[in-house]
C-alpha cells in the first residue's frame, strides 16, 4: 500500500522547502531498518569512502554515517524497491519519476555532544535540478534533546548555492564561486526555524537547497537512528563539479546528461 500524499503535504513542501509526514512506515519496515541500522553500525569491514566516524576526539558519544549502502546490500535494496519510499519522495515533489540517487544512516547514539552543522545539501552533489529532495526517517522517537533536525523554512528559495561545509573538518569539499553559508545561529530571530518530534515510522521531507542542522544527542537513554535517501524527480542531470562529494562508483554518465543509470535508477513512476 502507498499512503496517500496530500495537496496539502506537497504545497508545504514547495512552500516551505520542509514538510513531516507522519507514520508512512509500516512496523514491519521500521523494524527491517533498524535491524539493518544496528548490522551496519557493528560491522567489522567498512567501506573506504562511504563509511565514517563523525564524533570528535573527546566526544564519549559516537556519530556514525554510511552512504550508497543500498547497492551494496540485498536488505536495503528491499527497502528502497519494494516500501513506499520512491512513491512518497516523488509524489511531494510533485514529479512523474523518482530517481534513487543515495541511501544514507546517520546514527547518534546516546550521549554524542557531536552536532550536525548548518548546511544544505546540493552543493555537495554532482546533481543539478529543481526536483531533488532528501527524505529523513526516524527509526526512533527523535525530539529536540535527542538531536531533531532543524530547518530554516522557505530557505530553499533564497536563490543561492552556499560553500559546503566538511562533517569532518577538513575542507574537502571546498568550491569555487560559492558563498559561505550566513551566521544562521546570529539569524535566528528573523527566520522561521522548525524542529519536529517524531515517532518511528514518521519522516521529513526537504528540498535539496534546504538550509537545516541538528544538535547532538543530549539522551542518555535513546539512540537516533535515521535511515536517509536522497531523490531526484524530472530534469535532473549529471553535473560532476571539482569539490563534490564522492559517488559510490563513475556513472558512466557525461555532463549534462539525465542521471538515470544502474547507479541512479528510476525507482517510481507516476502512474498513467
Not at 563509511?51 to 556514525?64: C, I, P
Not at 546517520?106 to 554524542?112: D, F, N, Q, R, S
Amino acid at each position: 500500500m502507498i499512503p496517500a500524499i496530500s495537496s496539502e503535504d506537497a504545497e508545504a513542501f514547495s512552500r516551505d522547502g520542509i514538510v513531516c509526514l507522519r507514520q508512512m512506515f509500516d512496523t514491519t519496515w521500521v523494524e527491517q531498518l533498524q535491524n539493518l541500522a544496528d548490522e551496519m553500525l557493528n560491522a567489522e569491514n567498512r567501506h573506504p569512502e562511504q563509511s565514517q566516524e563523525l564524533a570528535k576526539d573527546g566526544d564519549e558519544g559516537r556519530f556514525f554515517n554510511e552512504m550508497f549502502i543500498w547497492p551494496r546490500h540485498d536488505g536495503f535494496r528491499q527497502v528502497i524497491f519494494e516500501s513506499p519510499i520512491a512513491a512518497i519522495a516523488g509524489s511531494v515533489m510533485g514529479a512523474t519519476q523518482a530517481n534513487v540517487l543515495f541511501d544514507q544512516l546517520l546514527i547518534k547514539e546516546p550521549g554524542t555532544g557531536e552536532p550536525t552543522p548548518w548546511h544544505h545539501d546540493m552543493p555537495y552533489w554532482p546533481f543539478q535540478g529543481a526536483q531533488i529532495c532528501t527524505l529523513w526517517l526516524a527509526l526512533d522517537e527523535v525530539t529536540a534533546e535527542s538531536g531533531a533536525v532543524e530547518y530554516v523554512k522557505g530557505s530553499h528559495r533564497w536563490g543561492k548555492n552556499f560553500q559546503p561545509t566538511s562533517f569532518v573538518g577538513d575542507g574537502r569539499y571546498q568550491q569555487d564561486g560559492l558563498d559561505a553559508l550566513p551566521d544562521i545561529e546570529a539569524m535566528r530571530d528573523d527566520l522561521d526555524i522548525v524542529h519536529y518530534e517524531m515517532a518511528p515510522g514518521d519522516c521529513t521531507l526537504h528540498h535539496g537547497l534546504t538550509v537545516h542542522a541538528a544538535p547532538g544527542n543530549r539522551r542518555a537513554d535513546r539512540r537516533r537512528r535515521a535511515y536517509v535517501t536522497r531523490w531526484g524527480g524530472d530534469g535532473v542531470i549529471y553535473d560532476p563539479r571539482d569539490g563534490t562529494q564522492p559517488m559510490l562508483r563513475d556513472p558512466g554518465l557525461k555532463a549534462g546528461d539525465p542521471v538515470e543509470c544502474d547507479l541512479w535508477p528510476v525507482v517510481w513512476q507516476q502512474a498513467a
